[in-house]
């Protein structure tokens, strides 16, 4: 059985800042020091948080916060190692409590994707009905079903070419993350016989028991190399994890679009058979249609509403607390420019993602508000059309803008990581599909507000 996404999400958000901020406190040192046990406790508690399926969303929210607040005061009190430690540690919180918003935001962009396509239907229908009552049986339906069947195509392309990305960065992940765990045990293992050949040098004289030391302390040193392996192959899994997302969005949108392009082409299929029905039938369907579309795009509860309202909230949750996940690892100024870079790029990946999602679903919106206004005929609230087209061109601009912003911060902070062989050409690789994703916002002119 696959793991709940809430419990992913959750053991996600927990890796990677808490892993390299492990770095920095035992650089800091072992003490009584009431600072130093307060970061290693918050350490303690991400790390079980980045156990798979461990925590419900509810609880990890209340553990990330409940982290914060136990580092609160290390900005004012600690060492540079340990207010490196709690600002990476603090990221990290940050970055996981900023998942359910994210989530929450991703879930209505699915179901906002579904009610654009229930509203293309009924466009579509009502575009057949008023064609059936003004030709009849003179209704042509060939062409439709065409377009239908090449846009079908096109979108069962591009579902295929996500699937394939998706599959292969998948691989990436779980690759890493096996090698990560392979590490870890490895180096539990060894500090287990370290732990034994310490004990056995308390028991012995002094001159037995120095080799003995000598011998833990090796072994100490070749676990902390493994566990430092470790985390920063958990680090590249994690870099990797917005890309798989962004992929498996590009999939549900693809897939509620052929279900989209499928109701449409039964729709014409049923009028096929129906062109003997009478005008006042096919006018009543085209008043249905029209109702359908105000209720399904308009405020309130349609598509117009939902985007500038809960949909808006959650991003704008999400976007705030990523953004304090920013400020957080830009404050470790005692840590790795590496360990910083990967922390800023990682929350700037996931807020680059969640905007450009928003402005590509915008953009969607405008598209089909603008072919509704357009439509020969046009719809009883045409002009109210173009208006809210308008609106929706000037949010996909504003969303597409700060989604490049976003993404090329994301950039910039990859070029910052030091790395050598396949880690560097992982991290180039996901460079190059960064520059993608913001080239295809420029490519389709959202930040200029000109829509389709």
Known sequence: MSEPSSNRSASVAARGSAALAFTLLLAAGCSEDPTQRALEDAERRMSAMAVPGVLATETAESEFSQVKQSIGGVSGDGSQAQQAAASLISSAA???????????????????????????????????????ADAAEGFDPTPVLADIARRRADREQEAAEARATKADLDGQIASLRSEAQADFDRASELRAQAAELRFTASTASAREGLPLVEQARTIGREADALELTARELTTQADLLEPQSNEAQVTLDKLAAQLAALDATRASVETRMRRLDAEAAEARADAAEAAAAFDRLIGDGDGVMGRRSGELADAIDDASSKLSAAVRAARGASGADRSSIAGDVSTSSQVLGQLLASNALGWQDTAALLRRAAETMGGLPNASMYRSLADAADEAAASAATAASQAYGDAIQQLGNIRARDAAAERIEALIERLEAARAKLSDEQLQDGEGS
């Open 94 to 132: 940050d970055r996981g409590l900023a998942r359910p918003a994210a989530e929450e935001a991703s879930r209505i962009e699915r179901e906002l994707t579904i009610q654009l396509a229930d509203a293309e239907a009924a466009l579509a229908a009502w575009i057949n009905a008023m064609a059936s």
